[in-house]
């Protein structure tokens, strides 16, 4: 009888190992582990990446933001390009880099490009600035532009992905908020240094552009000796880029695998970005009003401090709230800031819009790049960013060319009047598109997958 049991006993089990032989192990789904905090409290989520690739920013900010409230009256006043023309370089600047925008988010999905590309990426771009102020026409001006807006084009994606990829998904939107913060912080003391070179006994716009340098420097040296690779809180499959296709096997295309509600916001971020006109036109206009060039930096620098504070508790906020009330928000602002600017005249409180317009920049510019983490799966962000800044990019040439245009022939009013109706357009189909937007509670977890 025993004999006979241990018979069935090892016929079982035989038949149990063939099963299991013929029947694939379906693993569990990966989900998202996020980084553990270093710490409770504002210093949860404060990693070496995010602390490092916003120090980066802090630095490339104080020189890019020297330079961008007098760039384009150097390009008028010292280099004698028409106000067309200036407007022109402005938005072939953004608009030409656009497919290098989309090429390097899409070689962000690679981790292990991430680190090259934004090494070279702030190389180039503070390489490039300082060279402006040896320039004797528009058309060598230009060429430096580009090339500080390549840098812009190669870096912003990876480092944004390798952001997303250090952030818990709880935290994502206050870590791009405190990145945002710290780039503008960046941002306001630029104006500054200008402001303090242009009140020097032989201050100029060119001198401005060479110290320019100094701050370029250090960005580059610490990414380049601080900066190391993240590696992704869940590696995605090695042939998570590879879709099968008629028994084999092909390359995912650039537009493949990002989702509906991904293409939804995007064709909203480029519809905004056709009303939103570089700022320069805003500082152009500040120097009309305020009949001073210096006043110019200034303005600049309540408006950056203003948006450094706002950008971390904004950007915290939309993790509780959710993103979509905040980006309503920052939309908001923009449409009655360009609609204040439509009014102003000599004496009016420029400095109020300025103020406004730093509630729009807090509440959109981190917003956004965490709302497209959350939209898309992990391995597919690289991409997703590109395209993001790939189409704002590429709208900026008609935007700058159309504001250009509209400001020589209505006045710099009819400019700023076609802006707020382009942002009341975009706050509209953001209403309209909302329920399709919406994610679900575990949407931002689900996205890591």
């Known amino acids: 009888m025993k004999s006979t049991d241990t018979r069935r006993g090892v016929a079982a089990a035989r038949r149990a190992v063939r099963l299991a032989h013929r ?21 949860a989520g404060l990693s070496r990446t995010v602390l490092v690739l ?5 630095c490339t900010d104080i020189a890019s933001e020297m330079i961008a409230p007098l760039r384009l009256l150097f390009l008028v006043q010292v280099l004698g390009a028409p106000l067309a023309v200036a407007g022109l370089i402005e938005g072939i600047a953004e608009a030409t880099t656009a497919a290098l925008k989309l090429g390097a988010g899409s070689l962000a999905d690679r981790p292990a490009a991430r680190r090259p590309l934004v090494i070279a990426g702030y190389t180039l771009s503070n390489a490039a600035k300082p060279l402006l102020a040896l320039v004797s026409s528009w058309q060598t001006a230009l060429g430096l532009v580009l090339l500080d807006r390549s840098g812009k084009s190669l870096r912003g994606s990876p ?5 997303a990829d250090a952030a818990p998904p709880g935290l994502r939107g206050k870590i791009f908020g405190v990145h945002r913060s710290a780039d503008t912080l960046g941002a306001a003391i630029g104006p500054l240094c200008a402001a303090l070179l242009l009140a020097l006994p032989h201050g100029s716009l060119r001198s401005v552009f060479a110290w320019t340098a100094l701050p370029g420097l250090v960005a580059v040296l610490v990414v380049l000796v601080f900066l190391r690779p993240v590696r992704p809180a869940s590696p995605a499959p090695a042939r998570a880029t590879r879709a099968v296709h008629a028994g084999g096997e092909r390359r995912e295309r650039l537009w493949q695998g990002l ?5 939804l916001f995007l064709a909203i971020s480029t519809v905004f970005a056709l009303g939103n006109s570089s700022d320069a036109f805003l500082f152009l206009r500040s120097e009309g009003v305020e009949s001073s060039l210096i006043a110019v930096p200034l303005l600049y620098f309540v408006f950056n401090a203003a948006y450094a504070l706002l950008a971390t508790p904004l950007g915290a906020l939309s993790d509780r709230w959710g993103r979509l009330p905040l980006l309503g928000v920052g939309y908001a602002a923009f449409t009655l800031v360009y609609l204040g ?9 420029v400095w109020a819009l300025f103020l406004v317009y730093a509630i729009y920049y807090a509440a959109t510019e981190g917003v956004a790049r965490a709302f497209v983490a959350d939209l898309v799966p992990a391995r597919r962000r690289g991409r997703a960013l590109g395209w993001l800044s790939a189409c704002v990019g590429l709208a900026a040439l008609p935007a700058n060319l159309v ?11 009819a400019t700023f009047a076609l802006g707020a109706w382009l942002g009341a357009v975009t706050l509209a189909l953001l209403i309209v598109w909302w329920p399709w937007l919406r994610l ?4 931002a977890n ?3 997958r």
């Open 23 to 43: 029947q694939p192990v379906v693993a569990p789904p990966t989900q998202e582990r996020p980084p553990a905090p270093a710490a409770h409290g504002w210093r």
């Open 54 to 58: 916003a120090a980066a920013s802090f």
């Open 159 to 163: 480092r944004d992905a390798m952001l």
């Open 259 to 263: 989702g509906q509600r991904f293409w």
């Open 341 to 349: 600017w439509t009014q102003v005249r000599p004496g009016s409180p």
């Open 403 to 413: 504001a250009a245009w509209v400001w020589s022939q209505w006045g710099p009013g």
């Open 440 to 443: 679900a509670p575990d949407s």
């Open 446 to 448: 689900a996205s890591a």
